[in-house]
């Protein structure tokens, strides 16, 4: 099979188990940030020893130790983020704090490099990657940057259809219980987009590629409201 499309079906693998909802709008950005929880926390945890990709969180255990104390737990980076020793990795707010710190950290995955286990992004950058690297001077190989292009189209169309998570977990009571970011559409129309038009702007097949693509956005962008 064509790496290509290999990498945008494990792709669409990994958005389906993370965003497993389908058709409705994700929350505006603006709401999301309307938390349940106090304007400081009560305890900061940061990543200790070495400095390393997340891959994973479980989600469901932070939750029910955070139901179990009656707290809030935010979980500050983000699948695929790089923590530097020292960085905050939770904060706490109100009884949370009492829960183990080692028992949290218990609940992060993490390595030296970036996988497709929970972080949807990871596809989308790999397949932007393959199309930046054809069209770097070096190659000049502008038709592997559209078939690059055209999974990254199957994918975006594929999140679109996705009900994209907001910052807030709630428990089965429907309380508060977890703050964890996830991409959001804006995150990954700009991984889709940006950098491929900047590098291929003055390509005739790459432009045609993106004014393609780009008639996703318009027909999927919360901020503007607009339905497919």
């Not at 409705?24 to 950005?29: M, R, S």
């Not at 938390?35 to 469901?60: N, W, Y």
């Not at 829960?99 to 950058?125: H, K, N, W, Y």
Request: proline share 5%; hydrophobic share 45%; net charge neutral.
């Amino acid at each position: 099979m064509n790496i290509v499309a290999l990498v945008c079906d494990q792709g669409m693998d990994v958005i389906r188990n993370v965003y497993p909802r389908e058709g409705a709008e994700t929350q505006p950005a603006a709401n999301a940030n309307q938390r349940d929880s106090p304007e400081k926390p009560t305890l900061v945890v940061s990543q200790k020893g070495r400095s390393l990709i997340v891959l994973a969180v479980e989600i469901d255990t932070l939750v029910a130790e955070a139901s179990r104390v009656n707290g809030v737990i935010e979980f500050v980076p983000q699948v695929g983020d790089f923590v530097a020793a020292d960085e905050p990795l939770f904060k706490l707010y109100g009884r949370a704090a009492t829960i183990d710190e080692a028992a949290l950290r218990e609940c992060v995955a993490f390595g030296s490099e970036r996988t497709m286990e929970q972080d949807p992004m990871f596809s989308f950058r790999i397949l932007a990657d393959i199309a930046l690297k054809a069209l770097s001077p070096a190659i000049n190989d502008p038709t592997t940057a559209v078939l690059a292009m055209d999974q990254i189209h199957r994918l975006l169309r594929f999140v679109g259809k996705r009900r994209l998570h907001d910052e807030i977990v709630h428990d089965s009571a429907g309380q508060v219980r977890l703050l964890l970011r996830t991409p959001n559409w804006d995150d990954f129309v700009h991984i889709a987009f940006t950098e491929i038009r900047a590098c291929g702007a003055n390509n005739v097949q790459v432009a045609r590629a993106c004014a393609r693509c780009w008639r996703t956005w318009f027909t999927r962008c919360p901020s503007r409201g607009i339905q497919r």
